[in-house]
């Protein structure tokens, strides 16, 4: 890329304890958030660099300056990324550039202007497709026609999926000590590490037992990996954790199975807060039951507004096709 050439003064390969690539990755709680901003930082450095191979880690961000950044944000919004995509990337860029200012490597000055981006105005409609109740029962069928525990345990994934609409990576991270059968509750930890209570429908609890019933009691994770012989795995005899992926190839498998469509677990978390708006839950309660830390992210998702515009053209009658008269019109 033709990016305005760094200084030449730049240092060899920092370590990773001064590397504001590593520590700002370190600070990020979540591993979901820490493989997409290693994904996106690792693309703005291929983009520094000109090496298709080049990663985040050793680069040297602390000699960034406006005229870089400025290029740099230039260069990436021309690689047809959705601008949700394209900010993703300069938040990440802002992150990485603030702890080489926490670590002593770039003064204040410099790193407020280098960091002075613009983000990307627009409007889209929230990506995903709505998860039909005949679809969601498909799925349970299909893992109901499955003897084996993990059978059970989708089962009682996909109904938590529908019924919470958590985010996949807050499903895999569940324990058993957050489950309460008696509250008929799992307690969350999103984003940011924040702790939410959301509930369960009598059916999921009635699916989570039954996969407990075969899981058992062992502390560990509440939904874990089973091996082809039809084993937890559970080293040390407590069950281990899932991952975010996880989660999404269970129900990619079981959906096919059902013969249905394709559907994310981030379109089980959009039909919940649709359903829930329809069904008149109110903003704040919805809000804090996915976890959003905006009112204005849950509002993005309320069908209501595109459920009267549809309702205002039905009122609309296409004309009878007759053919003119003589002189008509």
């Not at 003064?9 to 700002?24: E, F, N, Q, R, S």
């Not at 930082?41 to 990663?55: M, N, Q, Y």
């Not at 089980?268 to 009112?295: C, K, M, N, W, Y």
Request: aromatic fraction near 4%.
């Amino acid at each position: 890329m033709d990016l305005p050439a760094l200084p030449s003064t730049a240092p060899g390969p920092l370590t990773p304890a001064g590397d504001p690539y590593a520590v700002y990755l370190d600070s990020l709680t979540s591993p979901e958030s820490r493989r997409t901003m290693r994904g996106c930082l690792d693309r703005i450095a291929r983009v520094i660099s000109g090496d298709p191979a080049a990663t985040g880690a050793g680069q040297p961000w602390h000699l960034l300056r406006y005229e870089h950044t400025v290029r740099i944000r230039t260069v990436l919004a021309g690689q047809g990324w959705s601008p949700a995509y394209l900010n993703k990337h300069l938040v990440a860029l802002r992150r990485v550039m603030r702890e080489a200012w926490r670590l002593g490597q770039v003064s204040a000055e410099d790193y407020q202007r280098a960091t002075d981006l613009p983000t990307v105005r627009s409007t889209r409609l929230p990506i995903g497709r709505h998860v039909p109740p005949e679809v969601a029962g498909a799925a349970l069928a299909a893992c109901d026609g499955d003897a084996s525990p993990a059978g059970a345990r989708d089962a009682a994934l996909l109904a938590v999926l529908y019924s919470t609409g958590c985010r996949r990576a807050e499903v895999a991270a569940l324990a058993l000590s957050d489950y309460d059968a008696g509250a008929r509750s799992l307690r969350v930890r999103g984003k940011g590490d924040k702790e939410r209570l959301v509930y369960l429908t009598a059916e999921a609890v009635a699916r989570t037992e039954a996969w407990l019933s075969v899981r058992g009691p062992a502390a560990g994770a509440l939904f874990a990996p089973i091996n082809k012989a039809g084993r937890l795995r559970a080293p040390g005899g407590r069950p281990a954790a899932m991952t975010g992926q996880a989660v999404a190839d269970i129900l990619a498998r079981r959906l096919a199975a059902a013969g249905a469509a394709r559907r994310t677990p981030h379109d089980f978390r959009r039909t919940f807060i649709g359903e829930l708006l329809d069904a008149g839950v109110d903003l704040a309660t919805t809000q804090a039951l996915v976890g959003h830390a905006s009112p204005v992210t849950t509002a993005r998702y309320d069908r209501r507004p595109e459920s009267r515009r549809r309702e205002a053209v039905d009122r609309l009658r296409m004309p009878e096709a007759r053919p003119l008269r003589p002189g008509g019109p």
